[in-house]
């Protein structure tokens, strides 16, 4: 049995368990049935993923590869960069300034305090916006995808929003998951708009297949879409989600994610039914 050494972190609700595979030299396979294991709530660790830390392939100042709880491996995730831009800095990895390899591209991050990092999110390289949806609650929807290949995203305008149970929105959240229409799947990114401008977001996400405290790229996704729908070509939005508060600053296709990076716990992953 491997021990692996971790640091459990969290940005905005969305947690982590991150782990330096420099050393450990895991594979594909072997970290996403670490991350199968491992996120499972009272089973495991528990988390919405696992991120590693490993060379980069280009002239970043390391990879950042992202395994959601069922194993996949996702493009990007702007809590996660947030996440383990701090767990660099924190382990020398890199400065106060740094650049993060990607799948979905290369995304620049800085520390701007103790707890709050900033990172540029990939850019909107696909866009659809207003397409007519097949369903009875929600009629319209915009797609937007960040970086490339894109982190797929519809963004949704739903009244009443923070009022509304979670369990409600379940089956309208999956069917738009699983639309036809999109070809990679995508995230479901709800949202109102609050009187004083701000916006209640309420995402769920592929692979966790379900409502998550918060979503970066999301929330960028949506920041976007809903600068474009008021005609502004730059806009500071702050976004309510059920972890907390993130800001997204947009300017033109330029998204920067403004948020919390929190150490949680550090330790040793002894699961005995870990089988790597």
Not at 26 to 39: E, F, G, K, M, V
Not at 161 to 168: H, M, N, R
């Amino acid at each position: 049995m491997m021990n692996i050494p971790y640091t459990k972190m969290q940005g905005a609700a969305n947690d982590f368990i991150v782990i330096d595979n420099r050393q450990l030299k895991l594979t594909h396979a072997q970290l996403s049935a670490l991350a199968i294991q491992t996120c499972q709530h009272k089973f495991s660790i528990g988390a919405d993923a696992v991120m590693a830390v490993d060379y980069p392939e280009g002239t970043a100042d390391f990879r950042m590869r992202f395994y959601n709880a069922d194993g996949t491996e996702a493009e990007m995730c702007g809590n996660g960069a947030r996440c383990i831009a701090r767990y660099a800095y924190e382990n020398q990895i890199a400065g106060e300034a740094m650049t993060i390899e990607t799948v979905a591209g290369d995304v620049p991050a800085w520390r701007l305090a103790q707890k709050e990092y900033k990172v540029m999110l990939n850019p909107p390289t696909v866009t659809r916006f207003n397409q007519v949806f097949p369903g009875t609650e929600v009629t319209t929807l915009d797609y937007v995808e960040l970086g490339d290949p894109g982190i797929p995203h519809a963004v949704v305008r739903y009244p009443g929003l923070a009022d509304i149970p979670l369990s409600e929105l379940t089956d309208v959240a999956k069917a738009i998951r699983h639309w036809e229409v999109f070809p990679k799947g995508a995230n479901v990114n709800f949202y109102d708009e609050e009187a004083n401008g701000d916006l209640v977001v309420r995402t769920f996400e592929r692979g966790v297949e379900d409502f998550t405290f918060a979503c970066g790229t999301g929330s960028g996704a949506t920041a976007f879409a809903v600068s474009h729908h008021q005609g502004k070509a730059a806009a500071n939005v702050v976004l309510h989600v059920l972890g907390g508060e993130l800001t997204v600053v947009v300017d033109h296709n330029d998204l920067e994610l403004i948020g919390d990076a929190i150490m949680v716990s550090e330790g040793l992953i002894l699961d005995e039914n870990l089988h790597l």
